[in-house]
């Protein structure tokens, strides 16, 4: 605790009498300041406790001791002590009156306790009071560094709320709580969500304060470059002090340094995964676990699908989208303790193995529909796959993607495109060009106003080959409808016999938008 003036009053070498403001004798004082200005405000800072022997002060003015004491008050002075037996043999009742009616603490000097002995006392406890918070904090950093080896990062967290008489929380790089104390404090950190987002948008290191005066927090982003790798939020009921500014310091660099480690393991880790996923896609599962090890659980055995995911259109974030989506997936995977396999191919394809139907697949979902006015990522995901096909998982992966990026849609599932119909498929600048070639002879007759060949061509496929029935739907006999077939044939040198070209020409109207009834 720093001095106070209560502190400075029991001190029994300095012998101060309390004449006034005895409710406010617990205020810290910052300095001892000796002035005999007669108005001495333009030098102060706050904190202080002004000294002075009465030399240039008017004061027997009742009228102009009030205007004194006011001042020093609005200054932030907290304290002022009159040394008696100067220039006064006793305190001036004008300067008496004015400190009890404006509540200012009034002390009485006596003559034999100079002033330098009141400075010396604040300054030694000043200095007491820092050193003691030095070596609070440096117990403090052996204790969360203890914590942080033998235990993780949730020990740092509950050893650094236990320092700042509060609550703490670590945020992953999404934003999400994966370690908070006390329990209790849980829902408060998880409405910071927002807040942690805002200051994720900001290259670390970077802080914030949120909060009114009795739940005041900190936010203190994590990481050693541009990218923030996650958060830090302690709340409490006033602003840190020296120690606990110490403490969390200290985890600040320690849960930074973890998650720097994390990252190092995880390259391992994908390298790990990289091999892993090539021997799943040679058809070689038996190989694929005992690499693997148990490092990802039962996830090759069971059900999963496969995610490939490339840059969109308009990829122009600061951060690669494709770590973005993977930190998002992963993160997803933790708190709902799943095992992901995620293989960055470069900066251009991401390749994820994730558990069917499970939080990484619904993280993915919700991550593409939020992306998708920005284009930043396109991802193809496979139907339900096991051990044995995750080759032809990894095929339905692309197609998707493929399909994805023609539609112009953040994420396609494999699944979508086989109970869907094929003619979407069709929505492709090259399918368009070879329908309009494919029907501009047609076009070229009709518009001679000679018949209606295209219209013709389209009732006759709609039915299926059946002449009454296309000719009834034109509203022509059935003789007429099979000159204008002839002409068909004619005119595109193709026979309407052979069944590949009845589809092409089938899809071309429908690619054109002439295939509707």
Same mark, same amino acid.
């Given at each position: 605790m !720093? ?8 001190h ?26 007669a108005?001495?405000?333009?030098? $102060? ?16 003015? *009742? ?17 002022l ?19 009890r009616?404006?509540?200012?603490p009034?002390?009485?000097v ?20 820092q ?15 203890r ?5 993780? !990062?949730?020990? =740092? ?13 670590l ?7 994966v ?24 290259p670390?290191p970077?802080s ?6 009795? #739940?005041?927090v ?10 923030v790798?996650g ?14 500014r ?13 998650t ?19 021997? $799943?896609?040679?058809?070689h !599962?038996?190989?694929?676990r ?13 059900p ?13 974030s ?8 993977a ?16 293989? *960055? ?8 193995l994730a ?61 979508d495109?086989?109970?869907?119909? =094929?003619l !979407? ?20 007759h ?13 009732a ?17 006999h ?6 204008? $077939?002839?002409?068909v ?7 309407? #016999?052979?069944?590949?070209?009845? $589809? ?6 429908k690619a ?6």
């Amino acid at each position: 605790m !720093p001095p106070t003036l209560a502190s400075l009053v029991q001190h029994s070498s300095l012998r101060l009498l309390v004449r006034a403001g005895e409710d406010r004798l617990d205020t810290p004082v910052r300095w001892a300041h000796v002035s005999e200005l007669a108005d001495p405000v333009p030098y $102060m800072e706050g904190g202080e406790l002004l000294l002075t022997t009465g030399l240039t002060l008017d004061a027997e003015d *009742p009228e102009a001791m009030r205007r004194y004491v006011r001042r020093l008050l609005g200054a932030g002075v907290v304290g002022l002590g009159f040394a008696v037996g100067v220039n006064y043999d006793d305190i001036p009742g004008a300067l008496l009156e004015a400190a009890r009616a404006e509540h200012l603490p009034l002390l009485e000097v006596p003559r034999r306790t100079p002033f330098l002995a009141i400075s010396k006392a604040v300054s030694a406890a000043i200095a007491a009071d820092q050193y003691r918070a030095v070596t609070a904090g440096f117990e403090a950093q052996r204790e969360l560094t203890r914590a942080a080896l033998a235990e993780g !990062p949730d020990a =740092v967290v509950a050893r650094l709320a236990a320092h700042v008489d509060g609550w703490s929380a670590l945020y992953d790089a999404s934003g999400a709580v994966v370690a908070v104390s006390p329990e209790w404090a849980a829902r408060r950190a998880a409405r910071l969500t927002p807040d942690v987002e805002r200051l994720r948008e900001r290259p670390a290191p970077a802080s914030a304060v949120v909060g009114g005066t009795d #739940d005041r927090v900190e936010l203190q982003s994590l990481g050693t470059g541009r990218r923030v790798r996650g958060a830090l939020a302690v709340g409490t009921a006033a602003p840190l002090g020296t120690a606990e500014r110490y403490a969390v310091h200290s985890a600040i660099a320690l849960l930074t340094l973890t998650t720097e480690r994390s990252r190092s393991l995880q390259a391992a880790e994908q390298r790990l995964g990289g091999a892993v996923l090539r021997l $799943m896609l040679a058809a070689h !599962p038996e190989h694929a676990r005992t690499v693997a090890g148990d490092v990802y659980g039962g996830l090759l055995d069971a059900p999963f699908r496969i995610l490939v995911a490339e840059p969109g259109t308009h990829a122009d974030s600061p951060e690669p989208p494709l770590s973005v989506l993977a930190e998002a997936l992963e993160a997803a995977a933790a708190r709902a303790g799943e095992a992901v396999l995620t293989v *960055p191919e470069g900066e251009e394809r991401l390749v994820v193995l994730a558990g069917d139907d499970g939080a990484v697949v619904a993280a993915c979902a919700g991550y593409a529909e939020r992306e998708a006015e920005d284009a930043g990522v396109v991802v193809g995901l496979s139907a339900s796959a096991g051990p044995g096909t995750a080759a032809a998982a990894y095929k339905q992966a692309e197609q998707a993607l493929s399909v994805a990026r023609r539609r112009g849609r953040a994420l396609v599932e494999h699944e979508d495109l086989a109970a869907g119909s =094929v003619l !979407p498929l069709l929505a492709d600048d090259a399918v368009r060009a070879f329908a309009d070639g494919m029907l501009r002879a047609l076009r070229e007759h009709d518009a001679t106003g000679r018949g209606d060949l295209v219209a013709s061509l389209r009732a006759w496929l709609s039915r299926h080959g059946q002449w009454d029935a296309a000719a009834a739907d034109l509203g022509v006999h059935r003789h007429t409808l099979r000159y204008r $077939m002839r002409r068909v044939e004619e005119i595109l040198g193709r026979s309407l #016999d052979d069944p590949d070209v009845r $589809m092409e020409l089938w899809l071309a109207l429908k690619a054109t938008g002439e295939g509707e009834r």
